[in-house]
């Protein structure tokens, strides 16, 4: 591995570790990240969403297309439904989202093994830091 002691490169390696091992965790589970990000959308609506409104909330950069591929996914496997109309998660889908929810803590539980409390503490710290430096 590269000798690199900048936070910011160290950050970025992070996140793309991250983002790898849960790529990994959702295709152990034959879903996609857009799979995931759609059915967090349906989940989060306080009801049935008509597609519109799910195209609507999510990230900018879902073009219809892979909204559409993401729907696919998701409605052949059971986790989404479309109900007159209307498009929801399923109780599958709901019980799903959850345990990648827990797939997620237990990744970044896991990225912290051997670090104290108050390193992290101080890590975070100095990250925000930098960042608010930057804003400025």
Known sequence: MDDVDRLDALARMLDRALTRAFESALAD?????????????LAAADGPLAWEAV???????YTPARATD????????????????RHVATDE?????EALH???E?????????????????????LRTMRDNVED
């Open 55 to 61: 195209e609507a909330r999510l990230p900018v950069g």
């Open 106 to 126: 237990r990744l970044h539980d896991h990225a912290r093994d051997g670090i104290s409390d108050e390193d992290y503490a101080v890590a975070v710290r100095v």
């Open 102 to 104: 827990g797939e997620i």
């Open 70 to 85: 993401a729907w696919n996914g998701l409605e052949a496997g059971g986790w989404a439904a479309e109900v007159d109309g």
């Open 93 to 97: 889908g709901l019980e799903a989202l």
């Open 29 to 41: 589970r034959s879903t996609t990240s857009a799979e995931f990000v759609m059915l967090s959308v």
